[in-house]
């Protein structure tokens, strides 16, 4: 095929990557190819060519082309299928939007997201409702996806013994840090049955692992299509099927699209700058939410478009992305730890790492460095993550986890085992630095 | 070796070596509209020149040059940068400011972050910004907060406008009920007529009550002084008058106020939950820095592109070249575009004999619209029937986008068509003549019923 791209060093071509950095760290904030920041600017420039005329009038067109797209991609009536700029818009979006009563719960995991259990603790002070965190004395990574899913279940049981309601969980695809795979399709099952409105943080979802939102069916759920699918920040799909829209009232932040409460029977007239649409009145709140660029929500169509050029090993498209990055960070992780001495966080099933992150453990003894301080732990994690940047053109995720130091290694289809291996022995440098004390000074 | 954020010298550099440019038919050169397009609509969004384009595109290739060392190192850095250089030209304290996306955004952080009572009341003014009533409308459906809504028509003077908000003040409390919040406009968005914002802010603190100004049309439009003006909240779209890339509006609350506004919209990774005893230390994966919790919180709230928000000094910069009549800069752009605002106003309402939007004291246009009202009978043309007239509006709006390569603003107020024009820069009295006898053409066929086919 002509216009084929194989996964690799002709796909890193692509990217506009500065000379000799390593971008091992795609699961942060993504990127995008230089075809989509074309695209990208070719939308910015048809604004400033006609304000008025492109966001007023072409826009919303165009905006609804790529809702059908993303739709189909994830196997959704397009009807439930709105952007937003990100997750944690999403996920403030559905906490915000609900209406707690006294007892009411939400259950989430220790690993959920730092600025999701902001968000939660946010609502906990501001509402009726109480939280329940599945937190890090029952379970810390490894651990079976049985084990999670028994935990998940202890969890509601015990708010319900306590007198109080499940009313909503908040579990992930893909955990960040750690960036390990959840069971969330036998968690939003297990909501089902016990009741309890499943809200999804797919943060890492829409173009990193298969999804079918159709099968799986979540109350609520949320990606970033700005972190996989090789579109522009920010952007994120937010899925609520029809059954549960009306639970979503507002938009964040409140915007045109409103639909007040009648008041004595007769809605209020309130000037709404965009031209009437046909559509459902949840889509219509959805369309236009506070002035933004808007640009990135309509890349969709072209970033699938330039992945399914994509090619690996006979394999096209997707599946060649899909297939190229997973294939690429477990060797990843096996050669990193093999050169570190040291291990891949995985389970014994083998499911942690069913997704485009490796976790490998750092070669640093948590007690003899950090003293056992939780304090002094980050402090060597950040300083390590500055070192990375400043002196060796890279960055790696780092997190200390359970008493130790990990690295979260993102695979990408620009990326091959070389950029590892290399990564692997900057690591071994920088963890000899760090043993030597260089990190206090 | 140690990389420091880059400058956008280029750019900068193309900013810098500019000989200064006179607003009118040079500085339309500076822009990129699409072939012939009149861009008469400047104030729903805004736009920015091609020097400012370069200077947004420079950051947005290090973004993706080097992801997380621009996101994480050296963006915080930028910001800060573009705060100082925006709190200098509001003359606030740069503790005061910090960016957000918008307008909306800015007063929904502040009404979502107020804790409500019983009794609490949120007075507001007719010609609110329709996205800001649905905001209070889901404020009073969801808190014990309600609202009182001071209704009044155009024209009307200052001092009158200043008497109706006192009067509401006080049939609030008379009724027993406690005046929390006032919101209120320094230029309103439709009509375009300017506020006495300066006394409703006075009036405000005279009275107990919050203020707070929806500048969404302000910064860039007309001089503010925050400290002279000492708002409770104030936020000011950048994108709209600034010659900033959309997103960006600054958003200040005087330090006096900044615990009652505990989150940002949505809640991100520098939200200080309340101490629970000890706790887990949750990840925050923005390098520590030493400012305050408040301006911590709003450095980074989830990931989006706000390449615009580091634009400020480049457009600041880019202003400063600009002259009109011996004047430069800020002076040049304001009083160039008040004064085209003038004369279009007198030259469209000439040539289609009918009026401008003013009060008597003539205080309505000092800012950059002139409102003037399109010569249709509404009663002929849409009977006593608000939504056809709305669609009349609408039909108007969409042939000049499909057959006149422009925009222009029209509303139906109080029983009429108005034309909302926007003065700038890169226009001239010929873009206006030329509005008025195609808006003439426009109602003639509004006249023949051809919007109803």
Avoid at chain 1, 399 to 408: C, E, G, M, N
Avoid at chain 1, 409 to 431: H, I, K, M, N, P
Avoid at chain 2, 242 to 256: G, T
Avoid at chain 2, 305 to 321: G, K, M, Q, T, V
Wanted: hydrophobic share 40%; with cysteine.
């Amino acid at each position: 095929m002509a216009n084929s791209i194989e996964c690799g060093k002709e796909a890193a071509k692509h990217f506009a990557f500065a000379e000799g950095y390593r971008n091992l760290n795609h699961g942060s904030f993504g990127t995008f190819p230089t075809t989509i920041r074309d695209q990208l600017r070719h939308f910015q420039d048809q604004t400033e060519a006609k304000p008025d005329s492109f966001i007023r009038y072409a826009y919303p067109k165009l905006l609804d082309k790529s809702r059908e797209v993303v739709a189909k991609y994830l196997n959704a009536p397009v009807e439930t299928c709105v952007y937003i700029p990100n997750a944690t818009t999403g996920i403030n979006t559905v906490l915000r939007n609900l209406v707690y009563k006294q007892a009411d719960v939400i259950i989430y995991f220790a690993t959920i997201y730092g600025a999701c259990e902001k968000s939660v603790s946010y609502i906990t002070e501001t509402t009726p409702a109480e939280s329940y965190k599945i937190d890090s004395t029952k379970f810390t990574y490894p651990i079976s996806d049985q084990r999670i899913c028994q935990l998940f279940e202890e969890a509601i049981g015990s708010v319900k013994a306590a007198g109080k309601t499940p009313k909503l969980a908040i579990f992930d695809t893909i955990v960040s840090l750690p960036g390990v795979r959840m069971p969330f399709e036998a968690l939003t099952a297990l909501c089902k049955q016990h009741n309890v409105l499943s809200c999804i943080d797919a943060a890492h979802g829409i173009g990193h692992i298969s999804l079918n939102l159709t099968t799986l069916d979540p109350d609520f759920f949320f990606s970033n299509c700005h972190k996989w699918l090789h579109v522009p920040r920010g952007c994120a799909v937010f899925y609520v099927p029809v059954r549960n829209q009306h639970l979503i009232r507002s938009t964040l932040p409140t915007s045109h699209g409103f639909a007040p409460l009648p008041i004595d029977g007769a809605g209020k007239v309130i000037n709404n700058p965009m031209p009437p649409s046909g559509k459902s009145q949840y889509v219509s709140n959805f369309e236009y939410v506070g002035t933004l660029d808007g640009s990135p929500y309509i890349c969709i169509p072209a970033a699938l478009e330039w992945r399914s050029r994509l090619t690996w090993e006979g394999l096209r498209g997707e599946e060649a992305v899909m297939g190229y990055t997973r294939h690429l960070v477990v060797e990843a992780g096996k050669r990193v730890a093999l050169r570190l001495g040291t291990e891949v966080l995985e389970n014994e099933e083998g499911t942690l790492g069913k997704c485009n992150f490796a976790n490998v453990l750092l070669p640093l003894k948590f007690s003899e460095i950090a003293g056992g301080d939780a304090g002094e732990a980050v402090r060597v994690a950040q300083w390590i993550a500055k070192v990375l940047v400043e002196e060796y053109e890279t960055f790696i995720a780092i997190i200390v986890y359970a008493d130790a130091w990990w690295v979260r290694l993102s695979g990408q289809v620009y990326l091959t085992v070389e950029d590892f291996v290399w990564g692997a022995d900057v690591l071994r440098e920088v963890c000899g630095r760090v043993v030597k004390g260089e990190w206090q000074q | 070796m140690v990389l420091k954020p880059t400058q956008p010298s280029s750019a900068g550099g193309e900013i810098e070596k500019m000989e200064s440019i006179e607003c009118g038919k040079e500085v339309v050169k500076q822009f990129s509209f699409g072939d012939g397009y009149r861009n008469l609509n400047h104030g729903s969004y805004g736009t920015y020149p091609l020097p400012i384009r370069s200077v947004l595109r420079h950051y947005q290739d290090e973004a993706e040059a080097r992801p997380d060392k621009f996101i994480r190192y050296d963006y915080p850095k930028l910001l800060d940068e573009s705060r100082a250089a925006v709190a200098k030209y509001l003359n606030a304290p740069v503790s005061t400011c910090v960016y957000i996306t918008n307008a909306t955004t800015g007063l929904n952080t502040v009404l979502r972050n107020l804790v409500y009572e019983t009794g609490d009341v949120i007075i507001y003014f007719a010609t609110i910004y329709g996205a800001c009533e649905k905001s209070i409308d889901y404020i009073t459906e969801t808190t014990p907060a309600e609202s009182r809504k001071i209704e009044y028509t155009y024209p009307i003077s200052d001092q009158t406008l200043c008497d109706l908000f006192e009067e509401a003040i006080s049939a609030t409390k008379a009724a027993g009920k406690v005046p929390k919040l006032a919101i209120f406009d320094t230029i309103v968005s439709l009509p375009g007529v300017r506020m006495p914002f300066e006394a409703l802010t006075a009036l405000s603190h005279q009275h107990g009550l919050l203020s707070c100004i929806d500048g969404a049309h302000g910064i860039g439009h007309i001089p503010l002084d925050l400290t002279a003006l000492d708002p409770d909240f104030f936020f000011s779209n950048c994108h709209k008058w600034l010659h900033v890339p959309r997103a960006c509006a600054v958003f200040y609350v005087p330090e006096r106020n900044q615990h009652l506004l505990r989150s940002t919209l949505p809640t991100s990774h520098g939200f200080a939950p309340l101490p629970k005893g000890s706790e887990a230390v949750i990840n925050n994966p923005m390098p520590p820095s030493g400012k305050s919790a408040y301006i911590t919180n709003f450095e980074y709230v989830a990931t989006l592109d706000n390449s615009p928000y580091l634009c400020i000094p480049a457009a600041l910069e880019w202003r400063s070249r600009l002259s009109w009549q011996g004047k430069k800069g800020e002076e040049a752009i304001m009083a160039y575009t008040i004064h085209l605002a003038r004369e279009a106003g007198k030259t469209v309402s000439s040539i289609l004999s009918t009026e401008v939007m003013e009060n008597k004291e003539g205080t309505l246009s000092h800012c950059n619209f002139a409102n003037v009202r399109l010569p249709l009978a509404s009663s002929a043309v849409a009977g006593s029937d608000r939504g056809k007239a709305v669609r009349v509006a609408q039909w108007m709006e969409k042939v000049l986008v499909e057959e006149y390569n422009t925009f222009i603003a029209i509303i139906f107020y109080e029983g009429a068509w108005w034309v909302r024009l926007s003065s700038q820069v890169y226009l001239t009295v010929e873009d206006f003549e030329w509005a008025a006898g195609m808006l003439k053409t426009v109602c003639e066929r509004v006249e023949a019923g051809e919007w109803e086919q």
